[in-house]
């Protein structure tokens, strides 16, 4: 578990929240949790939505906001909004980095998804963790909030059906029993020749993130994108067996 990770392990076991617990909270837009962010990882549907939204293809989202690394842990492809830098504008020196921005911030420092935005950002500033062992998700209260204001309460179930983050269990149900398969998978090659794991690497990025037709159910085509790439890796598989057996 990463620094990150165990910080909000703490705040969950500190905070942990029910449906009908309430909690005061405005957001006022102001950009602040927006800055110097590295953390804003986007599941297929984030990525998905945010692109029918903007009118764009998801491959098309994807080049112009997004970028991909793998997991330290997972050994999975892992991809989270780009961060833009912000130089400093005084004049007759060069400039000087101040720090970064989500690349989704308009000039007045507004998102220009917020009805689309990031379920990371929506559930802000409720956090989650997936329970394997329920299939569920249990939720938090950060601590570390410092934007907005408390002149609005709000019950957590209010909260996640603002942006409809509940009706979206069943798709995060299936993405999560995908990202456990996933992450076993990762592991086992990670013997395999880096050429070969770069390879697998690009088909999990286009498969399951980009081969989407943003006018058509998202749901089915996760589904279908995820039997596409399980399938491919089975066939794989084979394939690297049968080699190893041939050089023996």
């Not at 110097?36 to 098309?60: E, G, W």
């Not at 990371?120 to 998700?137: E, H, N, Q, S």
């Not at 690497?201 to 279908?224: A, P, R, T, W």
Request: aromatic share 12%; with cysteine.
């Amino acid at each position: 578990m990463n620094n990150r990770n165990e910080k909000l392990f703490r705040m969950f076991k500190k905070n942990k929240m029910k449906m009908n617990d309430s909690f005061s909270f405005n957001c006022k837009q102001c950009g602040k949790c927006c800055k110097n962010r590295v953390d804003i990882l986007l599941s297929p549907h984030d990525l998905f939505c945010m692109a029918k939204f903007l009118k764009q293809s998801t491959s098309q989202f994807f080049e112009k906001y997004c970028e991909t690394y793998i997991g330290q842990s997972s050994k999975t492809p892992v991809v989270r909004l780009r961060p833009k830098t912000v130089y400093d504008n005084v004049l007759l020196r060069e400039p000087q980095i101040i720090g970064t921005v989500c690349p989704l911030l308009d000039g007045n420092g507004h998102c220009i998804v917020q009805s689309q935005k990031p379920v990371v950002c929506a559930l802000f500033p409720v956090g989650r963790f997936y329970a394997v062992d329920k299939k569920g998700y249990d939720y938090f209260m950060q601590d570390d909030v410092r934007c907005g204001d408390k002149s609005k309460r709000h019950t957590l179930k209010e909260w996640l059906d603002k942006f409809n983050i509940l009706g979206t269990d069943e798709i995060m149900f299936v993405w999560n029993e995908f990202l456990s398969y996933a992450v076993e998978l990762m592991h086992d090659l990670e013997k395999l020749p880096e050429r070969i794991r770069e390879l697998i690497y690009l088909s999990f990025l286009g498969m399951i993130y980009l081969c989407y037709d943003i006018e058509k159910d998202f749901l089915s085509q996760l589904e279908e994108n995820i039997a596409n790439f399980k399938d491919t890796m089975r066939r794989t598989k084979e394939i690297i067996k049968q080699h190893k057996n041939e050089e023996e």
